[in-house]
């Protein structure tokens, strides 16, 4: 298993500022996730994260936006950047771990206001 | 390609009810299947998955799941509902290893006392 944590846990920040979101694993892990969750929504994934190489984005998500670093098998950081109240939303960091069954694990999340 | 669909956006039930939440899976190979509860203000927490083997797959406080391959179906249950139970479920699916998990849109369970 893997336990995640993130900082913040929530934050309301205004808009046109950037906010960095940490993720913290308690082991290593070779995939790590960034998800966001809309209000009233299922989860929808912003990017693959893997050590020593560029985060992989998905259709809809841009790397000025949002700037992903992994420095190491245990860390990793979202940003969003120039916020509007459209990015108001729960983000999730999740890690794939296990042994040959792979299963996914997810930070609490941090729920982020944008005035 | 893989989806998933899960039939109704909110459940209620009665505490010491049957709970049924379906799910529908389509994939190109044969799939891994999740289910994950997210209470409020929490992140998503794995409740069971099928990967290969026996189709009936029990879970943590109470749940199990059916994998059904005729009906690409994947319905999560339990014979008695709990208030705790209220929560927020996800059906997802993966084609295993190191490939993306695809989620449902979600169901949330309301627990009437």
């Known amino acids: 298993s893997a336990v995640i944590s993130q900082k913040p846990s929530r934050d309301i920040c205004q808009r046109g500022t950037s906010l960095t979101i940490q993720c913290q694993v308690d082991s290593q892990v070779t995939m790590m996730f960034w998800y966001r969750q809309q209000p009233g929504q299922s989860l929808t994934l912003i990017a693959t994260?893997?050590?020593?190489?560029?985060?992989?984005?998905e259709s809809g998500f841009v790397i000025d936006k949002f700037p992903i670093s992994r420095p190491n098998l245990t860390f990793s950081t979202l940003t969003v950047s120039n916020m509007s109240p459209e990015d108001s939303s729960i983000y999730l960091c999740?890690?794939?771990?296990?042994?040959?069954?792979?299963?996914?694990?997810f930070g609490p999340g941090t729920r982020l206001t944008v005035t | 390609a893989q989806s998933v669909t899960q039939l109704g956006s909110h459940v209620s039930v009665s505490e010491g009810a049957l709970v049924l939440l379906r799910c529908n899976y389509s994939?190109?190979?044969?799939?891994?299947l999740f289910w994950y509860v997210q209470y409020p203000n929490q992140g998503l927490q794995l409740l069971l998955k099928y990967t290969t083997g026996a189709t009936l797959v029990k879970g943590i406080n109470g749940f199990e799941a059916e994998f059904k391959k005729s009906e690409t179906s994947f319905h999560l249950t339990k014979p008695s509902a709990h208030m705790s139970d209220a929560a927020e479920y996800f059906c997802a699916v993966s084609s295993g290893g190191y490939q993306k998990v695809t989620f449902g849109t979600g169901t949330k369970l309301q627990v009437i006392p």
């Open positions: 994260a893997n050590q020593g190489s560029e985060a992989t984005y």
């Open positions: 999740s890690v794939l771990s296990g042994t040959g069954i792979y299963e996914q694990y």
């Open positions: 994939s190109s190979v044969p799939p891994y």
